[in-house]
């Protein structure tokens, strides 16, 4: 090992700085200290695409995005609309599998994603081939799909359902506490009629 040269280490200047380092933590905890309260740093938005599929209304559309800034942090955008992905479309039915459409979704560049439609979609639920929904979500993942079909016109059911499907993308399962939002609806209306919002567990996931 010739040339080798052992380098010398120097502690005292360094040691030094960690004394006053020491010394100034000590004093900022003391007994009696008053400490300076800095703010927090801003939550990051999370960044939230709307999917208008061809012959959604526009109030439709605005409710859905109103309805997500109003209980969450997220910046949200309304893209172009565009016509329903054809390898969805069931014709047996004459409506279209949602999770294809998730898949679709899911594609695209976004944190999160909503699709909106006025067509009808439907699932594979228990021994039911092609059930049909109100919404899906990916859970937890990126993407979720909501159908006016079946909310007979009612503007404050897609604001729930919206928010519901938004809520399973964020990890959030059905609850079973009444009245909130993440009750499983199991197709019936009066289920998303009687909500009035968050449990205080599920709302934890919105702050």
């Not at 200047?13 to 400490?35: I, N, Q």
């Not at 679709?104 to 909503?114: A, E, F, Q, S």
């Not at 049909?132 to 159908?147: D, E, N, Q, T």
Request: glycine share 10%; charged share 25%.
């Amino acid at each position: 090992m010739s040339g080798f040269k052992p380098q010398r280490r120097r502690f005292g200047r360094r040691a030094a700085r960690g004394a006053v380092l020491l010394s100034g933590l000590s004093a900022l905890f003391a007994p009696g200290c008053v400490r300076e309260t800095l703010p927090l740093p801003a939550p990051i938005p999370r960044q939230v695409a709307i999917v208008p599929f061809r012959g959604i209304d526009p109030e439709s559309v605005d409710i859905a995005r109103r309805s997500i800034e109003a209980r969450t942090y997220a910046k949200v955008i309304v893209l172009a609309p565009e016509d329903l992905p054809r390898k969805a479309y069931y014709a047996p039915r004459n409506r279209y599998r949602a999770e294809t459409l998730l898949d679709h979704l899911g594609r695209k560049p976004y944190g999160h994603v909503i699709g909106l439609t006025r067509r009808d979609i439907s699932t594979t639920h228990g021994p039911h081939i092609d059930w049909g929904i109100f919404g899906l979500g990916s859970c937890p993942g990126k993407a979720c799909v909501v159908s006016t079909f079946r909310l007979g016109g009612r503007k404050d059911r897609l604001a729930k359902v919206v928010v519901h499907e938004f809520g399973h993308t964020l990890g959030l399962p059905h609850c079973p506490t009444p009245k909130c939002l993440m009750n499983d609806a199991r197709g019936r209306a009066a289920t998303v009629d009687a909500e009035t919002g968050f449990c205080d567990d599920c709302r934890k996931a919105f702050v």
